[in-house]
Structures are given as C-alpha cells and as structure tokens.
C-alpha cells in the first residue's frame, strides 16, 4: 500500500513564505511525475506545480516567480516552497504522485494523493 503524508501548511502572512513537504512511503517501485493542486472553498482543484522525474517543472501562471517545485528521489519527497504568499493562495494543498507499486501484480503506475494541508494567507 502506498500513501503520501504532507506536512508544512498553516497560517502566514501576505508576502510571507511557506514550505510545504510530501513524503510517498509503502511498496514503491518508481514514482514518476509529483505535482501539487489546490482547492479552494467553492472552487475545483486546480494544478499549482509539477515536476517530471528528470526534473522538468511546470507551474500555474498564477504562482510563477513565487513558488518552486522540487524533488528528492532518495526520500521519496516532493517539496513547494512557497514566497510572497498573497490570499488568494489560500486553499487546502494536496499532493500528488504517478506510483508504480510492486506489490500490485500488473506493472503500472497509478495516481496518488495526500490527504491534504491547510494554507491559510491572512493579515
């Protein structure tokens, strides 16, 4: 079984910064693109960030210039560091990964997802 566990949202101010973390653990064989989304209350999860296992990165509009995406493939962990937060980045923050799992018996990767961390940007 494969599960992602974030960590890294709270409270800050406008123009302050956060770091968000995500750590894939379980029968991981590989783990192809990682990638963060946001929801906010009334509105569909949209795509903040993501990074191919190469390195490649791609990020929302929105968040150019602001936040950085990256990886380490030793710990299994995708991180979002996040600068000159503005409210409207409020919204909960879930990650995601594409796994292939060796404990499931076909050799595929499937979509995971964390279950989830709060950021909350508030003067």
Known sequence: QVQLVESGGGLVQP???????????????SINAMGWYRQAP???????AAITSGGVTNYADSVK???TISRDNAKNTVYL??????????????????????NLRKSRSYDY???????????
Do not use: H
């Open 81 to 102: 560091q996040m600068n000159s937060l503005k409210p409207e980045d409020t919204a909960v923050y879930y990650c995601n990964a594409e796994i292939t799992d060796w």
């Open 15 to 29: 123009g302050g910064s956060l770091r968000l973390s995500c750590a894939a653990s379980g029968s991981i064989l």
């Open 65 to 67: 210039g602001r936040f």
């Open 113 to 123: 997802w964390g279950q989830g961390t709060q950021v909350t940007v508030s003067s």
């Open 42 to 48: 009334g509105k569909q999860r949209e795509l903040v």
